[in-house]
């Protein structure tokens, strides 16, 4: 296949500009992992069921997948630092595809454990290439408009996470989520594993798509791009006194797992009767009458619903982009932190359909923080970006702690009034913003 390389040219503001076939190819990074880290969600729900996990329990799933950020980002950003952009994304591609090879041997065994170490391959993989894809997307333009082109590049990978736990819920929520019925051990194993052996074939596809891409890259290996090379690694102490990189990895790793935790359990959420219940069953029905297919069961509707959490997020990035480039973004941060807090709240303190509206507009508050806050703790870091960067995702890990506590409060005093915990999570973030915002000494980068 004859490839074209793209030229860069140098700007007064020192940033650099790919060919248009280069970006599109760094947006499909954000739609991939998009689109597979939120297959967990649906993921959850069904392991919950097949293996009787409690909800801390389910919660390991997350946690798997999410610790792979906190133990591959720092050697992601020395890989980056030293191969370049796009040999470090070959890399994180065939990572992926060997983590939903794995899925094979764990369903074969019907072992929940082996589900949770292909998911942590899987993150070692998605933590590689964030941490090459979300600097590069910054580099790739002037820097007084990072946040507006990081948010767009997000923005795809919204859609991705919006049409992930929909395609989820109705392939891996097909049969339900309740627990097989065996009459002894031997038998509720063998029902295990002709469940999750029904589940492969979406992950063994997902597999062959990122392959492709892996040897698509591959072939652009020589492509010109931006220096990544730096004399540091990112846990030097001339990286770690950058104040505002350091208050942004804690912002990153409680909004990440703030995220994560309502995505995670909302599934569980929406099916109880207190909120949607008995609707959801309705809801199944009419929409098998509208298009056709089904039955869909009440664990396929609720986990398709997710998707509107996901996609509230991803239409907030599209109008984040225009606002971003009007408003100051810490100030942005600001609003939607404290509008997260206040949906939070509304969620665990009513029932029925407001509960559930309220918690799947979190996702609409969501949007922009991400992007925003990471943009915002790279800001003048110059030559330091890439270790920025790494220390950035290695708060991605968030993801598997929060999680796990949301989980852990939920077994005691239910998903609703476990809100608090993300809800807690968001306070933090609106201080970053307001910081950011203020300009104060402090956030100053070293």
Same mark, same amino acid.
């Given at each position: 296949?004859?490839?074209?390389?793209?030229?860069?040219?140098?700007?007064?503001?020192?940033?650099?500009?790919?060919?248009?076939?280069?970006?599109?190819?760094?947006?499909?990074?954000?739609?991939?992992?998009?689109?597979?880290?939120?297959?967990?969600?649906?993921? !959850? /729900?069904?392991? @919950?069921? =097949?293996?009787? #996990?409690?909800?801390?329990? &389910?919660?390991?799933?997350? *946690?798997?997948?999410? +610790?792979?950020?906190?133990?591959?980002?720092?050697?992601?950003?020395?890989?980056?630092?030293?191969?370049?952009?796009?040999?470090?994304?070959?890399?994180?591609?065939?990572?992926?595809?060997?983590?939903?090879?794995?899925?094979?041997?764990?369903?074969?065994?019907?072992?929940?454990?082996?589900?949770?170490?292909?998911l942590f391959v899987t993150a070692a993989?998605?933590?590689?290439?964030?941490?090459?894809?979300?600097?590069?997307?910054?580099?790739?333009?002037?820097?007084?408009?990072?946040?507006?082109?990081?948010?767009?590049?997000?923005?795809?990978?919204?859609?991705?996470?919006?049409?992930?736990?929909?395609?989820?819920?109705?392939?891996?929520?097909?049969?339900?989520?309740?627990?097989?019925?065996?009459?002894?051990?031997?038998?509720?194993?063998?029902?295990? !594993? /002709?469940?999750? @052996?029904? =589940?492969?074939? #979406?992950?063994?596809?997902? &597999?062959?798509?990122?392959? *492709?891409?892996?040897? +698509?890259?591959?072939?652009?290996?020589?492509?010109?791009?931006?220096?990544?090379?730096?004399?540091?690694?990112?846990?030097?102490?001339?990286?770690?006194?950058?104040?505002?990189?350091?208050?942004?990895?804690?912002?990153?790793?409680?909004?990440?797992?703030?995220e994560v935790s309502i995505g995670s359990?909302?599934?569980?959420?929406?099916?109880?009767?207190?909120?949607?219940?008995?609707?959801?069953?309705?809801?199944?029905?009419?929409?098998?009458?509208?298009?056709?297919?089904?039955?869909?069961?009440?664990?396929?509707?609720?986990?398709?619903?997710?998707?509107?959490?996901?996609?509230?997020?991803?239409?907030?990035?599209?109008?984040?982009?225009?606002?971003?480039?009007?408003?100051?973004?810490?100030?942005?941060?600001?609003?939607?932190?404290?509008?997260?807090?206040?949906?939070?709240?509304?969620?665990?303190?009513?029932?029925?359909?407001?509960? &559930?509206?309220?918690?799947? *507009?979190?996702?609409?508050?969501?949007?922009?923080?991400?992007?925003?806050?990471?943009?915002?703790?790279?800001?003048?870091?110059?030559?330091?970006?890439?270790?920025?960067?790494?220390?950035?995702?290695?708060?991605?890990?968030?993801?598997?702690?929060?999680?796990?506590?949301?989980?852990?409060?939920?077994?005691?005093?239910?998903?609703?009034?476990?809100?608090?915990?993300?809800?807690?999570?968001?306070?933090?973030?609106?201080?970053?913003?307001?910081?950011?915002?203020?300009?104060?000494?402090?956030?100053?980068?070293?």
């Open positions: 296949m004859a490839t074209t390389s793209p030229s860069f040219e140098s700007r007064a503001d020192g940033a650099a500009r790919s060919n248009p076939a280069m970006v599109a190819l760094v947006v499909f990074l954000f739609f991939a992992w998009g689109f597979v880290t939120n297959l967990n969600d649906p993921l !959850i /729900a069904k392991f @919950k069921g =097949l293996f009787s #996990l409690d909800y801390a329990e &389910a919660m390991l799933t997350q *946690f798997a997948f999410f +610790l792979g950020y906190l133990i591959f980002s720092i050697p992601a950003g020395i890989l980056l630092s030293r191969t370049g952009y796009i040999r470090t994304i070959v890399t994180g591609l065939v990572l992926m595809a060997v983590g939903y090879l794995l899925f094979a041997p764990a369903a074969m065994a019907g072992l929940y454990w082996g589900f949770l170490i292909a993989g998605i933590t590689i290439l964030q941490v090459a894809a979300n600097p590069y997307i910054a580099v790739l333009g002037p820097q007084s408009t990072a946040s507006a082109r990081l948010t767009l590049a997000q923005a795809f990978n919204s859609l991705a996470t919006t049409i992930g736990p929909f395609v989820g819920a109705l392939y891996l929520l097909r049969g339900g989520v309740a627990a097989p019925k065996a009459a002894n051990a031997a038998s509720l194993q063998a029902a295990r !594993i /002709a469940e999750t @052996k029904d =589940l492969l074939g #979406l992950f063994l596809g997902i &597999a062959g798509v990122l392959i *492709f891409f892996a040897v +698509l890259f591959w072939l652009l290996r020589k492509t010109r791009e931006p220096s990544t090379a730096s004399s540091d690694t990112p846990l030097s102490a001339r990286v770690l006194k950058k104040k505002r990189l350091m208050l942004g990895v804690v912002a990153i790793f409680l909004y990440v797992g703030a359990g909302m599934t569980n959420y929406l099916m109880q009767d207190s909120v949607l219940g008995l609707r959801a069953a309705g809801i199944g029905q009419w929409v098998s009458g509208m298009i056709g297919g089904g039955p869909y069961n009440v664990a396929q509707v609720a986990g398709a619903m997710v998707s509107v959490y996901w996609g509230l997020a991803m239409v907030g990035r599209f109008l984040g982009s225009f606002v971003l480039s009007k408003v100051v973004p810490g100030r942005v941060v600001v609003f939607n932190g404290l509008g997260a807090i206040l949906l939070c709240l509304l969620s665990a303190a009513t029932m029925g359909l407001p509960a &559930a509206v309220a918690v799947m *507009f979190v996702g609409l508050m969501n949007s922009i923080m991400f992007p925003t806050i990471f943009t915002i703790a790279l800001e003048d870091l110059g030559e330091e970006t890439a270790n920025g960067s790494a220390l950035l995702c290695t708060a991605i890990v968030g993801g598997a702690v929060v999680p796990v506590i949301y989980g852990a409060v939920a077994d005691r005093i239910g998903l609703g009034h476990a809100l608090i915990v993300p809800a807690l999570c968001y306070i933090y973030i609106a201080a970053y913003g307001w910081l950011a915002a203020r300009g104060l000494g402090q956030m100053k980068a070293a």
